[in-house]
């Protein structure tokens, strides 16, 4: 089936400090999600996007859709110590059916 | 209401237990789901529903059984489950099945099968 690779894996920052991490698959999605989950809760939705090339802020997050539909990357600028979690891609293919979840990033931030 | 509510938060239930996980939406969402997550690893769909209308199964063990009796509710009945079902339970919902519009998750149940 469709898999979505997520890195890092995981990442140990200085309260600050910019951060990015990027997903790619094999296959070509249609819909790019970025969502934040904190243990114990559900996952939230931090920012989609719906076409290539798109680029999308949220604050002091940033994300942009790739050109070849196959990526996308997630940018966190002056991170804080509250930006800790594990920070999942998402993507839905064409048919609108398959919605896959990358493995996560887990992000760490030292103060 | 932006909401996606789960009940309960937390659930200890016995392998010869029957319960029930409810979810409710009241943003006219068309389109709802249940994942399995275990820790460390991302959600895995189990159920999706359309229109009311059970779309997909991924080949989830009867002993769980989903349930939608209105837009707006979604129920997932356990029976007879096995320690491996602990996980976090998560309901979401999109505004339909085809696009990502307002995909929101809840905050989850967490279930402890012994």
């Known amino acids: 089936g469709q898999q979505l690779n997520q890195s890092p894996q995981s990442m140990f920052i200085q309260e600050g400090e910019d951060v990015s991490m990027n997903c790619t698959s094999s296959s070509i999605f249609n819909t790019w999600l970025w969502y934040k989950q904190d243990p114990g809760e559900g996952p939230v939705l931090l920012i989609a996007?719906?076409?290539?090339?798109e680029l999308t802020s949220n604050g002091r997050l940033t994300a942009q859709f790739g050109i070849t539909r196959k990526d996308s990357f997630l940018n966190i600028s002056a991170s804080i110590p509250s930006d800790v979690g594990i920070y999942f891609c998402a993507g839905i293919d064409n048919y609108g059916q398959n919605f896959v979840f990358g493995p996560g990033t887990r992000l760490s931030v030292l103060p | 209401d932006t909401e996606v509510t789960q009940t309960p938060k937390h659930l200890v239930m016995g392998m010869t237990n029957k319960k029930s996980l409810k979810c409710e939406q009241h943003m006219g969402h068309r389109a709802m789901y249940w994942y399995k997550q275990k820790a460390k690893k991302p959600p895995e769909l189990m159920f999706v529903y359309s229109y009311e209308k059970l779309s997909i199964n991924e080949s989830v063990p009867s002993r769980f059984s989903p349930e939608c009796p209105n837009s707006s509710l979604l129920n997932l009945h356990l029976h007879a489950l096995q320690p491996e079902d602990s996980a976090l339970y998560l309901c979401?919902?999109?505004?339909?099945?085809?696009?990502?519009?307002?995909?929101?998750f809840g905050s989850g149940t967490r279930l402890t099968v012994v």
């Open positions: 996007l719906y076409k290539a090339g």
């Open positions: 979401a919902s999109s505004q339909d099945w085809a696009t990502a519009d307002g995909y929101t």
